[in-house]
């Protein structure tokens, strides 16, 4: 079965810096990937996936991941961090036609 | 795009009591539906899995008969939280996914849960 791992509990950064959420996954056969931001007491927003194509995803709010399929890696980015991204970060891997397995999450924090 | 509504969005109810939550797909047909559980600061553990119409496959380490799901339509699925208990105060979540190659899931807004 597939599982995800989220190397980073916890992600202090100051506004405007960049940052790098990780995210690497666990498989015997081809996945999708997703990431998620979870605000307090809020569902889940997908923030953008892997399904196939091009490695470098886009999402919302800036965000993009690249899918490394060799190092079996999905790590998060964006260059440029708001205050208002404080949340917690969650990545997921599904096998095709499988359910949807989450990592332990990661808090970001984006201080002034 | 694709919605999912989840009902209640919070509830208090007593120890002993029932509780059952709602998620409904609005403009799509949910063949498979997930239910998760989240604990404060922690990730969302998968609780069982059903597609429309049959028995739902629970994790190991689920109780079945005290969380009942059932997704008896294409565009609804139930969790019952049966003679909860404070230990089973929880934030729960569906998400649904639809017949297709738009593969994708849907994700409800979540349910507290806090049995006093």
């Known amino acids: 079965a597939q599982s995800v791992t989220q190397l980073d509990s916890q992600v202090p950064v100051f506004e405007e810096a960049p940052v790098e959420l990780r995210c690497n996954y666990s498989?015997?056969?081809?996945?999708?990937l997703f990431w998620y931001v979870q605000y307090p007491n809020q569902g889940l927003q997908l923030l953008l996936k892997?399904?196939?194509?091009?490695?470098l995803v886009k999402g919302i709010n800036g965000f993009e991941a690249e899918f490394n399929k060799s190092q079996t890696s999905f790590h998060l980015r964006k260059p440029s961090v708001h205050i208002s991204d404080t949340a917690e970060y969650f990545c997921?891997?599904?096998?095709?036609?499988?359910?949807?397995?989450f990592g332990a999450g990661t808090r970001l924090t984006v201080k002034p | 795009g694709a919605v999912v509504s989840q009902h209640p969005s919070w509830v208090i109810c007593k120890s002993g009591t029932s509780v059952k939550i709602e998620c409904r797909s609005l403009d799509f047909q949910a063949t498979t539906m997930f239910w998760y559980r989240q604990f404060p600061k922690k990730s969302l553990m998968l609780m069982a899995t059903?597609?429309?119409?049959?028995?739902?496959?629970?994790e190991q380490g689920v109780e079945k008969d005290k969380f009942l799901i059932n997704h008896a339509s294409l565009t609804l699925s139930t969790l019952t939280v049966t003679s909860a208990h404070p230990e089973d105060s929880s934030f729960y979540i569906c998400s649904a996914r639809g017949a297709g190659s738009n593969y994708g899931y849907t994700f409800g807004s979540g349910t507290r849960l806090t049995v006093v």
């Open positions: 498989s015997s056969v081809s996945v999708y």
């Open positions: 892997y399904l196939s194509g091009s490695t």
């Open positions: 059903s597609n429309e119409g049959s028995k739902a496959t629970y």
């Open positions: 997921a891997v599904s096998e095709i036609n499988n359910d949807m397995r």
